[in-house]
């Protein structure tokens, strides 16, 4: 048992009784000590040994697995401090105290023992603390609904501090939402509540220390003279923000991009773009959807556009080339491996489609379900996320009409295309008629692609699929 | 699902209509209830917001679920060490780490899970497991089972037919245990053998055992005669009416706050994150061209990444400035084979397009990967 005497700080005010707390097992009768750490003073911290207490089922000694906290930071009565195990049971051990960590007396799978010091605590004095046994913490005048924990089977955890709170203005914390950790009541959400009560009109803020202001917020604008419309004018006040930086590195996903992202940095690229209609596309795949589905394949645009990508590939292979680090020499790739961009969980990858020169749109549309299904799983291969020579971003499956795609070295192009949208177009014989529009914008490496390379190719890739029917004139 | 139960509970009016205070607030010293859902990680959330939430002063509760196949691994375990993860994949089999201590068990149907949630001082396994047994030999007295020190439950001496795991925290405590009725031994035998060689690390170790199927000792046993038989035990030894309440763990109103825990006991963080610090060193054999390389490999991994990177390659073999490259973009990853194919296939697109280069590349980072 460790007892250490209060230094009494000449600025403690005692409410209703004065006499110097001994941190004695015996002295410890929680109801009186409560209203004794009223006090606005500056804290005079003590170390306490917080020692680790009974398992139960005659435990003596267990492994200490993992550390929640480390030495230097605060800690609040309930907060976890650390897991053990013993076997096969893992237990949660809590903080009884509100303080500062001082010192870790075990590290990771060390053996720790029952009764034995854990961790020490500085305490603020001003504060509560936890007797040995989990009492309930009120003060002693508290009306029932305080005391009695409970709601109809639940726990409302709440520090002595909110409780405080709560009682001086007159609050069931039954009625309060908890926010915190374990579904806690924190101080905000008290003041949240008062909010609340008093009607006040408060600007959305998620962890801002809200002030309820004590009447409701009017205002009548000095140029409104109809005093039937009143525009209630948003009062502002300064908001206390608790909201913190966080600082994380860049690992994984994020690292890769920045890897690709800045190589492609170095290319000049040039931007073309233009507008497709689609309508007798989407007829075309209206009508092949359902053979497609007895096959077993959901059949998207994709396959089309990357069809007519390679078409357009075999007339100008310039565009699927590789210009090498010294720009000294351009590799024409035979195969034409077209790189679809997906959205994932995790974030941006680019699996290809090999060999579209001699795939039908069938083959094309079930090698984009495979590549689907394992980039959604996470389960995607390295070889299908190699040997890419040319890539589409379907990024109107998420929105957006033109884009500023970047290309993914070592290629030398890529094409953005928007979403569908009908808009009003005129026919050969001038009347309006519904078209189903998508805008394409194509980037590419200025140091070996030209602009007219790109015009030709794109209005090639446009005629296809304008005319599906055009296709069929040159499918290899 | 498990509709089969419905016909053996009895359906409380409060599930259906009214809010959760008329339901979790029974008059009487226990509850008993059964998850609807075989989904693995609802049914874990489901034990955490009952840990956490629920007042066990009054009643103590019992949970009676099932899950879809799964392999759930102990708080502080390596899922590296204790099962085979391609397998796990390629199956689709889900991986989950509970929040309880002990070893790691396979789930399906045909095993069923209970947990005792009591007070952190009425926390008592070896009760709880004698009044399974108890349940067991009253539904077939010429069963052999028995308890073991161990807190597991043996048939006829040496066959382990439940495992137990426990999660104490501030006031309350929870005891789980299994139960084999007639799980699938195939894939269970296979799932939790890891082919991993070379780890060294502190996780907590599984103890290997042989084990049996109740179904294979009485082939007239089902999952839901052991459910309700366990049911009705614990109804008379808490002196409360035999009924099973069903929950669905994905209400929301029912368990305020139960998607967060559900989402939480999904994340990569918790899953493999939570495994405590491990080192890796193995010999990857390369078969290149005609000749099989050996390259030394020493990794430590720490909450789930990679904290260090050593690759033992022949001499030039990749130019160094790759090589650094590799093990640069390797350090902080995860030691996850989806991270890791993203990064050395983006590397990749920035060194120069030389076939020979690509070829031995994609072969020393298939053969990494694989590790994963």
């Known amino acids: ?476 | 699902m498990v509709l089969q139960s419905l016909k053996n509970c009895l359906w409380l009016p409060c599930v259906l209509r009214t809010p959760k205070a008329c339901f979790w607030s029974t008059a009487s010293g226990g509850l008993i209830i059964q998850s609807i859902s075989n989904d693995v990680y609802q049914n874990l959330a489901v034990e955490d917001w009952i840990h956490d939430h629920m007042d066990l002063e009054k009643q103590q509760v019992l949970f009676l679920w099932r899950n879809s196949p799964a392999v759930v691994i102990g708080r502080h375990q390596n899922p590296w060490q204790e099962c085979n993860l391609k397998l796990l994949r390629q199956k689709n089999i889900k991986l989950a780490r509970r929040r309880s201590g002990g070893g790691t068990v396979y789930h399906d149907l045909g095993n069923i899970n209970l947990t005792f949630f009591t007070t952190r001082k009425k926390y008592e396994r070896m009760e709880n497991l004698k009044l399974v047994v108890k349940a067991l030999k009253a539904l077939r007295p010429q069963l052999d089972v028995h308890v073991t020190d161990r807190y597991d439950i043996l048939l006829d001496r040496q066959y382990k037919i439940s495992g137990t795991a426990a999660k104490l925290g501030r006031t309350s405590a929870y005891h789980h245990c299994t139960l084999l009725c007639n799980a699938d031994k195939f894939v269970l035998s296979s799932v939790l053998k890891s082919p991993f060689k070379g780890l060294k690390s502190n996780a907590t170790p599984s103890v290997p055992a042989l084990v049996k199927n109740l179904f294979e000792e009485d082939p007239s046993l089902t999952s839901e005669m052991l459910l309700d038989a366990i049911a009705k035990e614990y109804a008379v030894q808490h002196q409360i009416d035999h009924h099973i309440t069903l929950i669905n763990p994905a209400d929301e109103t029912l368990l305020p706050g139960i998607s967060d825990k559900t989402k939480e006991l999904q994340t990569w963080e918790w899953v493999y994150g939570k495994t405590p610090k491990f080192s890796i060193s193995t010999c990857l054999n390369m078969v290149y061209k005609d000749s099989v390389l050996d390259v030394k490999v020493n990794m430590d991994v720490k909450h789930g990444r990679i904290e260090v990177c050593n690759i033992d390659l022949p001499e030039q073999w990749l130019p160094p400035g790759l090589y650094s490259e590799l093990v640069k973009s390797l350090t902080g990853s995860k030691f996850c084979p989806n991270e890791t194919t993203t990064l050395v296939t983006t590397l990749l697109r920035l060194c120069p397009q030389d076939d020979e280069l690509h070829s031995r590349w994609s072969l020393l980072c298939e053969n990494m990967i694989r590790l994963m």
């Open chain 1, 1 to 476: 048992v460790c007892i250490h005497r209060v230094r009494s700080c000449s600025s403690i005010r005692f409410i209703k009784s004065k006499y110097v707390c001994v941190f004695d097992k015996s002295a410890l009768k929680f109801s009186h000590q409560q209203r004794l750490f009223r006090t606005s003073a500056v804290s005079c911290g003590q170390i306490v040994q917080f020692k680790l207490s009974d398992i139960g089922e005659g435990i003596t000694e267990v492994t200490v697995k993992e550390w929640y906290i480390k030495e230097g930071d605060s800690v609040s009565q309930f907060d976890s401090i650390c897991e053990v195990q013993s076997d096969k049971a893992s237990v949660t051990i809590t903080s009884r105290y509100d303080g500062i960590i001082r010192k870790l007396h075990y590290s990771i799978d060390d053996i720790a023992f029952v009764g034995k010091p854990l961790v020490d605590i500085e305490i603020d004095a001003s504060k509560g603390v936890a007797s040995e046994e989990d009492v309930v913490e009120t003060p002693p005048m508290s009306h029932e609904e305080h005391t009695h924990q409970e709601i109809k089977g639940h726990k409302t955890l709440a520090t002595p501090a909110v409780r405080r709170l709560a009682m001086e203005n007159n609050i069931k914390l039954s009625e309060v939402v908890g926010t915190g950790k374990d579904n806690r009541i924190l101080k905000e959400d008290i003041l949240n509540y008062l909010a609340k009560q008093t009607g006040a009109i408060l600007p959305p803020s998620p962890k801002a220390e809200i002030v309820p202001p004590h009447r409701r917020a009017e205002a009548v604008p000095a140029a409104a003279k109809d005093k039937a419309h009143k525009i209630p004018v948003p009062v502002s006040r300064p908001i206390a923000f608790e909201g913190k930086d966080k600082t994380v590195p860049v690992t994984g996903f994020q690292k890769a991009m920045v890897k690709t992202m800045s190589a492609a940095l170095k290319i000049p690229h040039f931007g073309y773009s233009d507008e497709i209609d689609l309508t007798q596309l989407v007829q075309l795949r209206e009508e092949l959807k359902p053979l497609a589905e007895m096959r077993g394949v959901k059949l998207s645009f994709m396959p089309f556009f990357i069809k007519a990508a390679s078409l357009g590939l075999l007339q100008y292979p310039i565009l699927n080339a590789s210009l090498d680090e010294n720009c000294q020499n351009v590799t024409y790739k035979a195969s034409h491996n077209i790189g679809v961009a997906m959205d994932t969980e995790q974030g941006l990858i680019v699996p290809n489609v090999k060999n579209v020169q001699v795939c039908s749109v069938f083959d094309i549309a079930v090698e984009l379900n495979r590549l689907q299904s394992l980039g959604s799983a996470g389960q995607l291969g390295t070889s299908d996320l190699t040997g890419g020579t040319f890539t589409l971003s379907n990024i109107g499956t998420i929105g957006g009409t033109y884009a500023k795609p970047v290309i993914l070295p070592p290629e030398v192009a890529i094409g953005a295309l928007g979403k569908i949208q009908v808009l009003p177009r005129f026919n050969s014989k001038g009347e309006v008629f519904k078209a189903q529009i998508i805008n394409v914008s194509w980037s590419a490496d200025h140091r070996i692609i030209d602009g007219a390379t790109m015009a030709r190719f794109s209005n090639l890739w446009k005629s296809y699929l304008e005319n599906p029917a055009s296709m069929l004139l040159d499918l290899k």
